[in-house]
């Protein structure tokens, strides 16, 4: 790796910056590590492929291994994870007050593949009783009318879908044109007379899913080009104990009081509450702590009809030879 920078995209969290920073070591690598907002990474990723190793949508990752390149090789981390119950938005004037309510509706969403649409529509069908394609599914931009896709997708034929481009989802939602929507972030127009969240109470119902299941969902995975795996093998687990290491010291930090790491009052109490329900290994890191999620998520995807192979959670680091973690 001595010869040229090793290019790593990432966004920008708590997770990731002690890496940029360099209180992280990477061992052995020179690398240029560069920091941006979620949706711009994964647009310059997926069009361009600009970085060697990048933070990358955990559901597109699948897809790509059914290619014939299969251009990535993942490791067993991941830089993101969300529980999503709290990201349903709906129009209050529909009397909508289950996931199951949805049926028939018309639910928005930026993009068909992301991981909080495929957690969404695979919890919704296998816990709250929403078939995953009784809705009527609308394309569009969040904020903003979107003339296509931002990065290339694929629209399983058993799913009813329909593209919006003369206005956004959220000026949908409040105007009633769209009844619900799944999102990574909060629109516009929330909160208003008009647009509330399905659960009025998102962190009682995420732990109660929590409780049934054990899983805190990832959205995101970390990959590599593969080239670069199979020219340095130890690639994958240099950069694996270093993404490990970042998430410790960002934990440290939210357990440091002296002087808060973030603009939340009660940030250690925070983090205590959350590891008094979840575990303090509620965000794990490597292969046999995440196999049981991964086996979830990737039936989901074969349900959703975005995969055909039956992965198992072995297959899909193929190459990274670190499933010992």
């Known amino acids: 790796m001595a010869s040229k920078k090793l290019k790593i995209g990432v966004s920008d969290s708590d997770r990731t910056r002690p890496l940029a920073n360099g209180e992280v070591p990477l061992d052995g690598i020179d690398a240029e590590i560069s920091l941006m907002g979620v949706q711009a990474l994964f647009n310059r990723q997926l069009k361009d492929h600009t970085f060697d ?100 997708q694929f629209y399983p034929e058993q799913f009813k879908i329909e593209h919006r481009t003369d206005a956004s989802l959220a000026a949908l939602l409040e105007s009633g044109e769209i009844d619900a929507l799944y999102t990574a972030r909060a629109p516009s127009t929330w909160p208003s007379a008009n647009v509330g969240r399905l659960f009025e109470n998102p962190m009682e119902a995420e732990l109660g899913y929590f409780e049934k299941t054990s899983i805190f969902p990832p959205m995101h995975i970390l990959a590599i080009k593969r080239p670069l795996v199979e020219a340095a093998p130890t690639l994958p687990r240099k950069l694996f104990n270093a993404f490990a290491a970042a998430q410790e010291v960002a934990r440290s930090k939210l357990f440091d009081s002296a002087a808060l790491s973030t603009m939340l009052p009660w940030q250690l109490e925070a983090l205590l509450q959350t590891e008094e329900k979840l575990g303090k290994d509620y965000w794990p890191v490597g292969f046999a702590k995440n196999r049981a999620m991964l086996d979830v998520f990737i039936r989901y995807m074969l349900e959703d009809g975005l995969i055909t192979t039956p992965f198992t959670p072995e297959s899909i680091f193929d190459g990274a030879d670190i499933l010992s973690t």
Do not use: Q
């Open 53 to 152: 190793a990048c933070e990358f949508p955990i559901a597109t990752y699948l897809r790509t291994l059914e290619t014939p390149e299969r251009p990535y090789v993942a490791v067993p981390l991941f830089p993101s994870r969300h529980f999503r119950l709290s990201c349903v938005f709906i129009n209050k004037t529909k009397g909508i007050r289950t996931p199951a309510d949805l049926a028939g509706k018309r639910i928005g969403m930026m993009v068909f593949d992301m991981a909080a649409a495929v957690w969404l529509r695979g919890i919704f069908e296998e816990h709250f009783g929403l078939p995953r394609t009784s809705p009527i599914y609308v394309s569009g931009g969040l904020d903003a009318p979107r003339s296509g896709d931002e990065h290339p």
